[in-house]
């Protein structure tokens, strides 16, 4: 079972930047893909970016070329860098794994976004 914790979070004025962090414990198949999600009050939760095992990224429309993706193997991390933020980025940010037939979950980390 892959355990994840995320960190970096906090609170940010609009236009800012802000880079989290995601550990992961535990092993890796060799055909993974890796994200991170997001969910605001009275939101449903929502797939912000995604990055597999061979590097392919995919994003959703609203964050893609503000925010980067990216993953350490060595060092079981996944990062989400999150730049030009805007307020409707406030939410608590997830990170996640899936693999096989298996979904993991971190516990989150709160990002919030001033006018």
């Known amino acids: 079972q892959v355990q994840l914790v995320e960190s970096g979070g906090g609170l940010v004025q609009a236009g800012g930047s802000l880079r989290l962090s995601c550990a992961y414990s535990?092993?890796?198949?060799?055909?993974?893909?890796m994200g991170w999600y997001r969910q605001a009050p009275g939101k449903q939760r929502e797939m912000v970016a995604t990055?597999?095992?061979?590097?392919?990224?995919n994003y959703v429309d609203s964050v893609r070329g503000r925010f980067t993706i990216s993953r350490d193997n060595a060092q079981k991390m996944v990062y989400l860098q999150m730049n030009s933020l805007k307020p409707e980025d406030t939410a608590v940010y997830y990170c996640?794994?899936?693999?096989?037939?298996?979904?993991?979950w971190g516990r989150g980390t709160q990002v919030t976004v001033q006018e």
């Open positions: 996640n794994v899936e693999q096989s037939s298996s979904t993991a």
């Open positions: 990055i597999t095992n061979s590097w392919r990224t």
């Open positions: 535990g092993v890796l198949l060799s055909i993974n893909t």
